[in-house]
């Protein structure tokens, strides 16, 4: 098992005949993704080939579904077409939308994923490199070879940290890896993959990356003591902020003590979050409590 994504999920790529989609669709194809369709409106009836793969281009979601069974779409359109695009994919009701694209103006994310959220379809993103079950499915742009299959689950906002933690702890494996995006409006949280992870048999432990700004940590903090018995391993990104500066990310805004790496620490402390300082450490934590857990049984 897995959460949202597993080698059964027949997947279609908005997209796919433009130069991101096609780089990124022969990666999927390579990681054991079953990519059943591109998706364009202007190419369809076409196929790409793809090393030894010809892949269909339909003229729509709708289409693609029907003829493929789809219930995975993964989209890589320009950031002035994303709404269209997810809404379409939405509409033909899709169970899972990838959306990769960057620079969705926030007026366009809030419409789409409000849209979704009402009918049933699971918005991922916008603005993230996707999600990645090793071994089973790839949906996205994260890199498929530097972990393998296993019982960790990881959730987080920033790409790069995925992949660091991905890769520090690439001998004990993950479950499911999903990146949310980074934008300040995004289909999935923390706290529904979190969710996801207590329910998936397959995943022992969770790791949690959070970030300096808002208040996603500390909600997702009380979350876990509710409802979390899983063990939860986290990391804020931005403990070297200095108070008052503006990060990369939007909404990475710190005011006085809320929003801050200690404030967030603190937090899911409380809880009952190991918190690492910095990724190695959260790693070294992650490897810990699994050593613990293994004692118990």
């Known amino acids: 098992m897995a959460i ?8 279609l790529v908005q997209g796919m005949t433009g130069a991101e989609g096609m ?14 369709g591109g998706v364009n409106a202007r190419k369809a009836g076409r196929a790409v080939d793809f090393d030894d793969r010809a892949v ?30 997810v809404i379409e994919a939405v509409d033909a009701g899709i169970g899972l939308a990838v959306v990769i694209t960057e620079g969705v103006p926030v007026h366009d994310s809030v419409a789409f994923t409000t849209h979704a959220a009402a009918r049933g379809t699971r918005v991922i993103g916008p ?7 090793p071994g089973q499915s790839n949906a996205g742009i994260i890199p498929a070879d530097i972990t393998k299959p296993g019982r960790i689950g990881l959730v987080s906002k920033s790409g790069t940290l995925t992949y660091q933690l991905m890769y520090e702890l690439r ?42 700004g808002g208040d996603a940590e500390e909600r997702a903090a009380a979350y876990i003591r509710e409802h979390v018995t899983k063990p939860v391993v986290g990391y804020v990104a931005g403990f070297t902020a200095p108070e008052g500066k503006t990060m990369g990310h939007v909404g990475a805004i710190v005011s006085g003590s809320s929003g801050t790496a200690q404030a967030k620490k603190a937090a899911l402390e409380a809880a009952g979050v190991r918190v690492g300082a910095k990724p190695t450490e959260t790693a070294r934590l992650a490897l ?3 050593d613990e857990e293994a004692g118990h049984h």
Do not use: W
């Open 4 to 11: 949202y994504l597993t080698k059964e999920s027949r997947v």
């Open 56 to 85: 269909p281009v339909f003229g729509s979601v709708v289409d693609g579904m029907q003829s493929t069974g789809a219930d995975v779409t993964v989209v890589f359109v320009p950031p002035a077409f994303t709404e269209a695009a």
């Open 288 to 290: 810990a409590v699994l």
């Open 127 to 133: 603005n993230c490199p996707g999600l990645i079950t």
């Open 171 to 212: 001998d004990i494996g993950f479950s499911t890896c999903v990146g949310i995006g980074g934008d300040p409006v995004v289909g999935t949280s923390r706290i529904d993959c979190l969710a996801a992870f207590e329910e998936d048999p397959d995943t022992d432990l969770v790791v949690l990356i959070g970030e300096i």
């Open 23 to 36: 780089k990124h669709t022969r990666r999927m194809l390579a990681a054991g993704t079953n990519i059943v």
